[in-house]
């Protein structure tokens, strides 16, 4: 049972007990601190008989000890502790609270007494873009998926892989700080996400061998048809993911294969899927191969015999969901060939890595730059001449070759 002590005030008069439970002895053989409260007494307590008074007084001793033994009771220091540990979690959910933009602006201010000036400035040049993308989204939120969807809007700009690299580096370091020193995110986003790999010699962006492509190309076959379309339609035109995606019925004409590339579909949360103008700000023409219009034929019908099947009008847009008729999201793509490759054994297998590597068959075959460079959307043709045409030790035999024809054989 739980000991009691009379309290007086200073005309020493009772006022009540405090009320203590041991807690025993610790290993340096001193008494631990017991828990204590002070019991007030009640109202009309000196009404009472002395019996009476005494029954209240261990009734009260009991409770206490009760409530010791279900440990609903804590020392100072317990409550102290416990108040930080209160306060520890609390900031802490307010730092998974936290906006994207909030965090960045957290972490330049607490790593740039430690940084160089240009350090500072590159940092925030390069997260740029991915302020825009993520701004105002909690960090806690963002997912594998958004930061894949990222680095493929990145390559979408046709940036170089060196390029894609640094803001890979850059935006995987402040998730680390996020994580590691700020306890702002409980798991890494990017822990899964391969960096950007730089191949040797004059190559600046990657691109899938001939014999990588035809196997894409034939393990598509076993995959639904909505992305057998989307699979041979980026294989064959170099178009932007976000381009595909845009793609309404009424901008292509399957008699000829002409299609007209107006628009970008983009997705933000809040916004949803919408569309903008292309990169370039310029719509275009392209054509299409006979394979590609012949599988897009039998999407159209497919998806018009579904939808309408379900009581709905016929998607306006080429790729949608056949279960809903809705368009699909423009960061899909990149969601479905990470999963694709990891199925069929492709590394590093993404949408935009079609553009590129059509775009340097094209012109490794002799298609004149300036085609290529239409076809790919690119608002002036050095875009395409930095990103495509190397002179490596190749073409310099090649060249070397043909001037010797011309020369010294004819």
């Not at 041991?22 to 019996?51: C, D, F, H, V």
């Not at 919408?274 to 370039?280: G, I």
């Not at 497919?302 to 009008?313: A, R």
Request: proline share 2%.
């Amino acid at each position: 049972m739980a000991s009691s002590t009379p309290m007086y005030n200073k005309d020493k008069e009772l006022t009540g007990y405090r009320l203590k439970v041991s807690r025993g002895y610790g290993a340096n053989g001193k008494q631990i601190t017991p828990y204590s409260m002070t019991w007030e007494l009640p109202k009309g307590w000196y009404k009472w008989a002395e019996k009476r008074q005494q029954k209240e007084l261990d009734i009260a001793k009991a409770n206490f000890q009760a409530a010791c033994d279900r440990g609903e009771v804590k020392t100072k220091a317990e409550k102290s502790a416990e108040k930080k540990a209160i306060a520890k979690q609390l900031a802490e959910e307010d730092m998974k609270k936290m906006s994207f933009a909030a965090a960045f602006d957290l972490y330049i201010h607490e790593t740039k007494e430690i940084k160089k000036i240009n350090t500072i400035t590159g940092i925030n040049t390069t997260m740029k873009r991915a302020l825009k993308m993520f701004g105002k989204r909690k960090v806690e939120d963002i997912s594998e998926n958004d930061c894949r969807a990222y680095l493929d809007s990145l390559y979408e700009e046709d940036l170089e892989t060196s390029t894609v690299r640094k803001h890979y580096e850059t935006l995987h370091a402040f998730l680390t700080w996020c994580l590691d020193e700020k306890n702002i995110i409980s798991s890494h986003p990017m822990k899964k996400i391969k960096k950007p790999i730089i191949k040797k010699g004059s190559e600046t962006v990657a691109v899938y061998s001939l014999e990588e492509l035809k196997r894409i190309i034939d393990c598509s076959k076993n995959e639904p048809l909505m992305w057998q379309v989307m699979t041979l339609l980026l294989a064959d035109s170099g178009m932007r993911r976000g381009e595909a995606c845009a793609l309404r019925w009424s901008d292509i004409d399957l008699s000829t294969g002409r299609v007209h590339i107006v628009n970008n579909a983009q997705y933000t949360e809040g916004d949803g899927t919408y569309d903008t103008t292309t990169k370039s700000g310029k719509d275009r023409v392209i054509y299409l191969n006979d394979q590609v219009i012949k599988i897009f034929s039998e999407w159209k019908a497919l998806q018009k015999e579904v939808i309408e099947g379900l009581g709905k009008k016929t998607p306006t847009h080429v790729f949608t969901h056949l279960d809903s008729g809705n368009r699909i999201n423009p960061q899909a793509p990149t969601a479905y060939f990470r999963k694709f490759g990891e199925k069929y054994g492709i590394e590093d297998c993404h949408p935009h890595k079609f553009r590129h590597t059509m775009a340097t068959f094209m012109i490794r075959n002799g298609v004149d730059v300036k085609t290529v460079s239409e076809k790919l959307g690119h608002s002036s043709i050095e875009i395409t001449l930095k990103l495509y045409v190397h002179s490596d030790e190749d073409t310099q035999k090649a060249a070397n070759e043909k001037f010797a024809s011309l020369v010294w054989n004819g």
